[in-house]
T-cell receptor, first 112, second 110 residues
Protein backbone atom coordinates (compact mmCIF):
# COMPACT_ATOMS: atom_id res chain seq x y z
CA UNK A 1 0.00 0.00 0.00
CA UNK A 2 1.65 3.22 -1.21
CA UNK A 3 -0.53 5.45 0.99
CA UNK A 4 -2.29 7.25 -1.85
CA UNK A 5 -5.90 8.36 -1.68
CA UNK A 6 -8.00 10.15 -4.26
CA UNK A 7 -11.15 12.14 -3.72
CA UNK A 8 -13.82 12.05 -4.79
CA UNK A 9 -13.90 8.49 -6.12
CA UNK A 10 -16.87 9.21 -8.36
CA UNK A 11 -18.26 12.47 -9.66
CA UNK A 12 -20.95 13.52 -12.08
CA UNK A 13 -20.94 17.11 -13.24
CA UNK A 14 -22.29 19.30 -15.99
CA UNK A 15 -20.49 20.85 -18.92
CA UNK A 16 -19.00 24.21 -18.07
CA UNK A 17 -18.65 23.68 -14.34
CA UNK A 18 -15.28 23.69 -12.55
CA UNK A 19 -14.10 20.44 -11.01
CA UNK A 20 -11.20 19.76 -8.65
CA UNK A 21 -9.80 16.32 -7.96
CA UNK A 22 -7.53 15.69 -5.02
CA UNK A 23 -4.63 13.32 -4.60
CA UNK A 24 -3.18 12.82 -1.13
CA UNK A 25 -0.09 10.86 -0.14
CA UNK A 26 1.19 10.01 3.31
CA UNK A 27 4.85 9.31 2.52
CA UNK A 28 6.22 12.71 1.43
CA UNK A 29 7.43 11.58 -1.97
CA UNK A 30 8.71 14.34 -4.21
CA UNK A 31 7.12 13.29 -7.50
CA UNK A 32 3.37 13.16 -8.11
CA UNK A 33 1.49 12.59 -11.39
CA UNK A 34 -1.97 12.90 -12.85
CA UNK A 35 -3.06 10.56 -15.68
CA UNK A 36 -6.28 9.94 -17.50
CA UNK A 37 -7.32 6.50 -18.72
CA UNK A 38 -9.49 6.09 -21.79
CA UNK A 39 -10.29 3.02 -23.89
CA UNK A 40 -7.79 2.58 -26.70
CA UNK A 41 -5.37 5.12 -25.24
CA UNK A 42 -3.99 3.47 -22.15
CA UNK A 43 -2.79 6.00 -19.60
CA UNK A 44 -1.83 9.48 -20.72
CA UNK A 45 0.04 11.96 -18.58
CA UNK A 46 -1.77 15.23 -17.86
CA UNK A 47 0.60 17.04 -15.48
CA UNK A 48 3.20 16.12 -12.96
CA UNK A 49 4.96 17.72 -10.02
CA UNK A 50 8.54 17.43 -8.86
CA UNK A 51 8.15 19.44 -5.67
CA UNK A 52 6.02 22.00 -3.89
CA UNK A 53 4.97 24.63 -6.43
CA UNK A 54 7.02 22.83 -9.16
CA UNK A 55 4.88 21.37 -11.92
CA UNK A 56 5.16 20.56 -15.61
CA UNK A 57 2.85 19.62 -18.44
CA UNK A 58 2.29 16.17 -19.84
CA UNK A 59 1.02 15.12 -23.24
CA UNK A 60 -2.67 15.99 -22.69
CA UNK A 61 -2.55 19.09 -20.48
CA UNK A 62 -4.97 21.34 -22.40
CA UNK A 63 -8.03 22.18 -20.29
CA UNK A 64 -6.36 21.12 -17.04
CA UNK A 65 -4.42 22.94 -14.35
CA UNK A 66 -2.68 21.66 -11.24
CA UNK A 67 -1.45 22.96 -7.94
CA UNK A 68 0.79 21.64 -5.23
CA UNK A 69 1.02 23.86 -2.16
CA UNK A 70 1.95 21.01 0.21
CA UNK A 71 4.09 17.93 -0.36
CA UNK A 72 1.22 15.60 0.41
CA UNK A 73 -1.47 17.08 -1.86
CA UNK A 74 -1.64 17.42 -5.64
CA UNK A 75 -4.80 18.97 -7.04
CA UNK A 76 -6.10 18.64 -10.60
CA UNK A 77 -8.59 21.27 -11.77
CA UNK A 78 -10.80 21.25 -14.81
CA UNK A 79 -11.59 24.96 -15.13
CA UNK A 80 -14.66 24.39 -17.32
CA UNK A 81 -15.46 20.72 -17.74
CA UNK A 82 -16.29 19.34 -21.19
CA UNK A 83 -17.73 15.97 -22.21
CA UNK A 84 -14.34 15.00 -23.67
CA UNK A 85 -12.96 15.08 -20.13
CA UNK A 86 -15.19 12.21 -19.09
CA UNK A 87 -12.59 9.67 -18.02
CA UNK A 88 -10.99 7.81 -15.16
CA UNK A 89 -8.28 9.89 -13.51
CA UNK A 90 -5.36 8.31 -11.69
CA UNK A 91 -2.83 9.88 -9.42
CA UNK A 92 0.60 8.33 -8.97
CA UNK A 93 3.60 8.94 -6.79
CA UNK A 94 7.24 8.12 -7.38
CA UNK A 95 9.89 7.72 -4.74
CA UNK A 96 12.83 9.85 -5.82
CA UNK A 97 15.28 6.94 -5.80
CA UNK A 98 13.48 4.82 -8.40
CA UNK A 99 11.51 5.06 -11.62
CA UNK A 100 8.60 2.93 -10.42
CA UNK A 101 5.35 4.79 -9.95
CA UNK A 102 2.63 3.74 -7.52
CA UNK A 103 -0.98 4.46 -8.32
CA UNK A 104 -4.03 5.58 -6.41
CA UNK A 105 -7.46 3.94 -6.78
CA UNK A 106 -8.74 6.41 -9.38
CA UNK A 107 -11.58 8.90 -9.76
CA UNK A 108 -14.33 8.20 -12.24
CA UNK A 109 -15.59 11.50 -13.71
CA UNK A 110 -18.67 11.84 -15.90
CA UNK A 111 -19.30 15.20 -17.58
CA UNK A 112 -22.84 15.52 -18.89
CA UNK B 1 10.06 10.17 -28.64
CA UNK B 2 9.44 7.14 -26.49
CA UNK B 3 6.61 4.80 -27.43
CA UNK B 4 5.26 1.40 -26.44
CA UNK B 5 3.29 -0.99 -28.61
CA UNK B 6 1.48 -3.94 -27.10
CA UNK B 7 -0.79 -6.53 -28.59
CA UNK B 8 -4.46 -5.77 -28.95
CA UNK B 9 -6.94 -7.52 -26.75
CA UNK B 10 -9.00 -9.01 -25.48
CA UNK B 11 -7.06 -12.22 -25.09
CA UNK B 12 -9.23 -15.12 -23.97
CA UNK B 13 -7.61 -18.27 -22.56
CA UNK B 14 -8.67 -21.37 -20.76
CA UNK B 15 -7.38 -21.91 -17.24
CA UNK B 16 -3.89 -23.48 -17.17
CA UNK B 17 -3.08 -22.25 -20.68
CA UNK B 18 0.21 -20.53 -21.52
CA UNK B 19 0.11 -16.75 -21.78
CA UNK B 20 2.18 -14.39 -23.89
CA UNK B 21 1.43 -10.69 -24.22
CA UNK B 22 3.76 -8.97 -26.65
CA UNK B 23 5.32 -5.58 -25.93
CA UNK B 24 7.83 -3.70 -28.07
CA UNK B 25 9.23 -0.26 -27.49
CA UNK B 26 11.01 2.66 -29.12
CA UNK B 27 13.31 4.73 -26.96
CA UNK B 28 16.65 6.43 -26.84
CA UNK B 29 19.18 5.03 -24.45
CA UNK B 30 18.40 2.14 -22.13
CA UNK B 31 15.14 2.74 -20.35
CA UNK B 32 13.70 0.69 -17.53
CA UNK B 33 10.74 -1.48 -18.55
CA UNK B 34 7.64 -2.33 -16.54
CA UNK B 35 4.51 -4.43 -16.55
CA UNK B 36 1.56 -3.15 -14.56
CA UNK B 37 -1.72 -4.98 -13.92
CA UNK B 38 -5.14 -3.45 -13.36
CA UNK B 39 -7.93 -5.51 -11.81
CA UNK B 40 -11.52 -4.36 -12.39
CA UNK B 41 -12.35 -1.15 -10.57
CA UNK B 42 -8.83 -0.69 -9.20
CA UNK B 43 -5.70 1.32 -9.90
CA UNK B 44 -2.60 -0.02 -11.56
CA UNK B 45 -0.25 -2.26 -9.60
CA UNK B 46 3.35 -2.94 -10.47
CA UNK B 47 3.67 -6.54 -11.61
CA UNK B 48 7.36 -6.68 -12.52
CA UNK B 49 10.17 -4.61 -13.92
CA UNK B 50 13.63 -4.82 -15.49
CA UNK B 51 16.23 -2.10 -15.50
CA UNK B 52 18.84 -3.28 -18.00
CA UNK B 53 19.29 -5.51 -21.01
CA UNK B 54 18.90 -9.27 -20.40
CA UNK B 55 17.36 -8.69 -16.97
CA UNK B 56 14.39 -10.90 -16.22
CA UNK B 57 11.63 -9.53 -14.05
CA UNK B 58 9.36 -12.01 -12.32
CA UNK B 59 6.43 -12.01 -9.90
CA UNK B 60 3.42 -14.25 -9.15
CA UNK B 61 4.47 -16.70 -11.90
CA UNK B 62 4.75 -13.97 -14.54
CA UNK B 63 8.06 -13.30 -16.29
CA UNK B 64 9.43 -10.84 -18.82
CA UNK B 65 12.94 -10.49 -20.22
CA UNK B 66 14.42 -7.19 -21.38
CA UNK B 67 15.59 -7.85 -24.96
CA UNK B 68 17.57 -4.91 -26.31
CA UNK B 69 18.27 -6.54 -29.66
CA UNK B 70 14.56 -6.91 -30.43
CA UNK B 71 13.43 -3.93 -28.27
CA UNK B 72 10.90 -6.19 -26.59
CA UNK B 73 9.63 -7.03 -23.12
CA UNK B 74 7.05 -9.77 -23.62
CA UNK B 75 5.02 -10.95 -20.64
CA UNK B 76 4.66 -14.70 -20.11
CA UNK B 77 3.04 -17.06 -17.66
CA UNK B 78 3.11 -20.82 -17.88
CA UNK B 79 -0.33 -21.56 -16.46
CA UNK B 80 -2.93 -18.84 -16.08
CA UNK B 81 -5.74 -18.83 -13.53
CA UNK B 82 -9.15 -17.21 -13.56
CA UNK B 83 -7.82 -14.75 -10.99
CA UNK B 84 -5.32 -13.45 -13.58
CA UNK B 85 -8.15 -11.87 -15.54
CA UNK B 86 -7.23 -8.19 -15.71
CA UNK B 87 -5.79 -5.53 -18.00
CA UNK B 88 -2.02 -5.58 -18.43
CA UNK B 89 0.02 -2.51 -19.33
CA UNK B 90 3.57 -2.39 -20.62
CA UNK B 91 5.48 0.81 -19.81
CA UNK B 92 8.92 2.31 -20.24
CA UNK B 93 10.67 4.83 -18.06
CA UNK B 94 12.67 7.90 -18.92
CA UNK B 95 12.94 11.57 -18.00
CA UNK B 96 10.95 11.29 -14.76
CA UNK B 97 8.00 9.88 -16.69
CA UNK B 98 6.49 6.57 -17.72
CA UNK B 99 5.15 5.94 -21.21
CA UNK B 100 2.38 3.35 -21.31
CA UNK B 101 1.06 1.02 -23.95
CA UNK B 102 -2.68 0.91 -24.58
CA UNK B 103 -3.22 -2.14 -22.40
CA UNK B 104 -4.21 -5.74 -23.13
CA UNK B 105 -7.28 -7.24 -21.53
CA UNK B 106 -6.91 -10.87 -20.47
CA UNK B 107 -9.90 -13.08 -19.79
CA UNK B 108 -9.31 -16.52 -18.33
CA UNK B 109 -12.19 -18.98 -18.42
CA UNK B 110 -12.70 -22.29 -16.62
Amino acid sequence: DAGITQSPRHKVTETGTPVTLRCHQTENHRYMYWYRQDPGHGLRLIHYSYGVKDTDKGEVSDGYSVSRSKTEDFLLTLESATSSQTSVYFCAIRPGTQETQYFGPGTRLLVL
Amino acid sequence: GNSVTQMEGPVTLSEEAFLTINCTYTATGYPSLFWYVQYPGEGLQLLLKATKADDKGSNKGFEATYRKETTSFHLEKGSVQVSDSAVYFCALGGGNKLTFGTGTQLKVEL
